[in-house]
């Protein structure tokens, strides 16, 4: 399974935009890259996916590099509510709907 | 739309008892699966099936039977319950277009404590 790597914890102010960072090097050609995010107490929730181009929806926006080494994930204005922790995920062709999770990043936003 | 419907939401067991979680979609999903996730760690693939009769093994299957008679359940079995099976378990679904683009809905979890 591709790995991917993510800060431990990041900072944010509230009302800033944030920049969530990933490093995938090992993606293959037809790997969708996924983020999920899981607020205290709650199960994941999906928040954006993408192959090759950015992405963009009602949470956030999803750029991914011309190598598709790496991702970002960028939430516009941070929120009290967008503390939790963020996973970013490759999902493969032959795998389904298969999500190997790793430790992710533990968002913590300041008022 | 209830979504991804999990029961019990919290569950006591003693050593070596048996019990099922429960799992329920009403999206007609093809794809379901079954995750642990302990403290402080991500979480971990148990069991998953892509369709009515069809399941397979995850990273961390051993003490857990799966069974999938109808496309909207997926109960979760532990035959003898172990302390080391204190966890909290998430049930997903999703549709299955088998290249990896569809979006996993998540319940909202069972935690469960053996002693």
């Known amino acids: 399974d591709a790995k991917t790597t993510q800060p431990n914890s990041m900072e944010s102010n509230e009302e800033e935009p944030v920049h969530l960072p990933c490093n995938h090097s090992?993606?293959?050609?037809?790997?969708?890259i996924h983020w999920y995010r899981q607020l205290p107490s709650q199960g994941p929730e999906y928040v954006i996916h993408?192959?090759?181009s950015n992405v963009n929806n009602r949470m956030a926006s999803l750029a991914i590099a011309e190598d598709r080494k790496s991702s970002t994930l960028i939430l516009h204005r941070a929120t009290l509510r967008d503390a939790a922790v963020y996973y970013c995920?490759?999902?493969?062709?032959?795998?389904?709907?298969?999500?190997?999770f790793g430790q992710g990043t533990e968002l913590s936003v300041k008022p | 739309n209830a979504g991804v419907t999990q029961t019990p939401k919290f569950q006591v067991l003693k050593t070596g008892q048996s019990m099922t979680l429960q799992c329920a979609q009403d999206?007609?999903?093809?794809?379901m699966s079954w995750y642990r996730q302990d403290p402080g760690m991500g979480l971990r693939l148990i069991h998953y099936?892509?369709?009515?009769?069809?399941?397979d093994q995850g990273e961390v299957p051993n003490g857990y039977n799966v069974s999938r008679s109808t496309t909207e359940d997926f109960p979760l079995r532990l035959l003898s319950a172990a302390p080391s099976q204190t966890s909290v378990y998430f049930c997903?679904?999703?549709?299955?277009?088998?290249?990896?683009?569809?979006?996993?809905?998540f319940g909202d979890g069972t935690r469960l404590s053996i002693l």
């Open positions: 995920i490759l999902t493969r062709t032959n795998q389904g709907g298969k999500l190997i």
């Open positions: 993408g192959l090759t």
């Open positions: 999206m007609n999903h093809e794809y």
């Open positions: 997903a679904s999703s549709n299955l277009d088998g290249g990896g683009n569809q979006p996993q809905h």
């Open positions: 090992t993606i293959s050609g037809t790997d969708y």
């Open positions: 099936s892509v369709g009515a009769g069809i399941t």
